[in-house]
């Protein structure tokens, strides 16, 4: 189910290409996200309307390789990727890469993959591939890139549970002095 109508994301996209109003200003007058606003406006331009009633889809691994090898050759933002081939939401193109990355130079694993369940043990590093050997330097690069975000996102995640606790645990002590 989408948030919003067909209509509502019509009338918003021309209320914007129409007006001398920018981004916010316009998102700000109907209420929506600047980047949904954003991602509404780029796909309006380049497939028309048909674009913005295009209900929740399946795409084919070799649609999504199509899609991921035209970002890496164009060098282009997830946002721009999405819009050019209709796509509803700029993420899904950052979520193909990754599991393009992830399973290794081949990609045909970008089929439709189930999430774990999260857990709270820490799981054991997996040994080097045999594959790496074969991945281009760039590959590699953009690999090792995505494994340094990942590990300071987690860092930065495992700071702040450590800081809440802290406050949990202080809370109460200042409350009996």
């Known amino acids: 189910m989408n948030k919003y109508t067909e209509q509502f994301r019509i009338a918003v996209c021309k209320a ?3 007006g001398d109003n920018g981004f916010r200003k316009v998102a700000r007058q109907f209420d929506v996200d600047v980047s949904l606003l954003r991602r509404w406006v780029s796909s309006y331009r380049l497939h028309g309307v048909t674009s913005l009633s295009k209900p929740g ?3 084919t691994p070799d649609f999504k ?3 991921v090898g035209y970002k890496r050759a164009h060098h282009l933002s997830l946002r721009q990727v999405a819009a050019h081939f209709g796509l ?3 993420s899904l193109v950052g979520i193909w890469e990754r599991q393009y990355y992830s399973n290794g ?3 045909q694993t970008l089929a439709k993959q189930r999430k774990p369940a999260m857990s709270n043990k820490p ?3 997996p040994p080097p591939a045999k594959e790496d050997a074969l991945k281009s330097r760039e590959q590699l690069m953009t690999e090792i890139e995505y494994l340094r975000m990942e590990n300071a996102y987690l860092k930065e995640l ?3 549970q450590e800081q809440k606790r802290r406050r949990r645990q202080k809370i ?3 409350l009996r002095s």
């Open 57 to 59: 889809q399946q795409y």
């Open 172 to 174: 109460p002590g200042s």
């Open 65 to 67: 390789r199509e899609v």
């Open 88 to 90: 509803g939401h700029s």
């Open 123 to 125: 799981k054991p590093a």
């Open 105 to 107: 130079s081949e990609p």
């Open 16 to 18: 914007y290409l129409e």
């Open 158 to 160: 495992e700071a702040l």
